[in-house]
């Protein structure tokens, strides 16, 4: 027999409030308990940034954030920071190409003449007696040097002339020459001159002082197609030029290209036993432009046959720097109170002016 429908209707209420008390509190138990949000997220959030590549290194403009973690909590031994940003702010050394040499000025003068070519070969020294532009002043060839002067024993007053023969740029040609030389007790004057119908002419001459050194020059000349000089200041230390070209120092016992060819026979004469075959005698000896020391080997004896006639000499010789040097050759001739009775200037490419004594005389 069926249950009476009134027990049926209380048992179906019973059910549906059961589950009504069971949805009511669902939400509370259902699932796992979560972890709670403030007791793990600080130490994540730390683990990770301790993980992490290091931040890239401050800049100048943009200084590096500060670390507000606790020690505890950062990860031990991190990467440096401080070399990065050292290297980043020095940039990496690179290689500076040289520095240009100064450059050299080309010489854009006109082209020389035979004359010009004469004038060049009479002065007697190397490449550099032609005026060049230069970057910087130009100082004189090596250290100023000087043969320390003994006993002087000057030559008397005479009217030298001279057979000229030389050969310029595959010209041969003939030419006179002239040697003045004057002094009294305290003082001295000397000009040379070579001078011909087709190159023209050219002199040089020296003015001084005579003293226990013995020719002190004051002032050189040289003159070819134009004048220039050097003037000897001893006052000043110095020698200055006429061309506008640096100073050199002076020094007791300095010559110029007209004075050095009566001094060197001063020298001879004062001491011959002084200056044996295969000596040398060193003088300082000042160009129209600059100033170099000339070193001269005592080569030896000859006997020359010249215009003037047959004459015992010795011979001296100036030694070269450079190949480009010129070669100058003197004779001296003791009969003569050692006057210059020959010289001598030959270029490497053939080009060369002799000058051979022909004739002498007292003023």
Not at 11 to 16: D, G, I, N, Q, Y
């Amino acid at each position: 027999m069926a249950p009476p429908w009134h027990v049926l209707a209380l048992l179906a209420a019973l059910v549906l409030l059961a589950h009504a008390l069971a949805l009511g509190t669902a939400p509370i138990n259902f699932g796992p308990t979560p972890a709670p949000s403030t007791q793990t997220v600080p130490v994540m959030l730390t683990r990770s940034l301790s993980l992490s590549p290091p931040p890239p290194a401050p800049t100048k403009s943009t200084p590096a954030p500060a670390v507000t973690q606790p020690p505890a909590q950062v990860a031990p031994n991190p990467p440096p920071t401080k070399p990065l940003a050292a290297a980043q702010k020095t940039p990496a050394p690179t290689q500076e190409a040289p520095s240009d040499p100064a450059p050299e000025v080309a010489d854009n003068g006109p082209q020389q003449s035979s004359a010009d070519q004469f004038s060049r070969l009479e002065q007697g020294s190397g490449p550099e007696e032609v005026p060049m532009p230069q970057a910087t002043p130009k100082t004189p060839s090596g250290k100023p040097d000087q043969q320390p002067v003994g006993a002087i024993t000057l030559p008397a007053s005479e009217d030298m002339g001279y057979e000229v023969t030389g050969n310029v740029k595959g010209l041969s040609y003939h030419a006179k020459g002239e040697l003045h030389w004057r002094h009294n007790a305290s003082s001295y004057q000397t000009q040379m001159t070579v001078s011909t119908l087709l190159l023209g002419s050219r002199g040089m001459s020296s003015q001084g002082q005579l003293g226990p050194e013995g020719l002190a020059p004051t002032r050189f000349l040289d003159q070819a197609r134009s004048e220039v000089a050097a003037h000897f200041e001893p006052d000043k230390g110095q020698i200055s030029f006429s061309a506008n070209t640096p100073s050199v120092p002076w020094i007791k016992g300095a010559q110029d290209r007209a004075s050095v060819l009566i001094q060197l026979g001063s020298m001879l004469a004062g001491n011959p036993a002084a200056f044996p075959i295969g000596s040398s005698i060193s003088v300082y000896t000042v160009g129209p432009r600059d100033a170099e020391t000339w070193t001269f080997l005592v080569e030896g004896r000859e006997t020359l046959n010249l215009p003037f006639g047959p004459l015992a000499t010795i011979k001296l010789s100036r030694q070269l720097r450079s190949e480009h040097d010129k070669k100058l050759e003197i004779w001296y001739a003791p009969s003569l109170g050692y006057l210059p009775v020959r010289n001598k200037i030959s270029e490497d490419n053939g080009d060369f002016v002799d000058q051979q004594l022909s004739t002498l005389s007292r003023p």
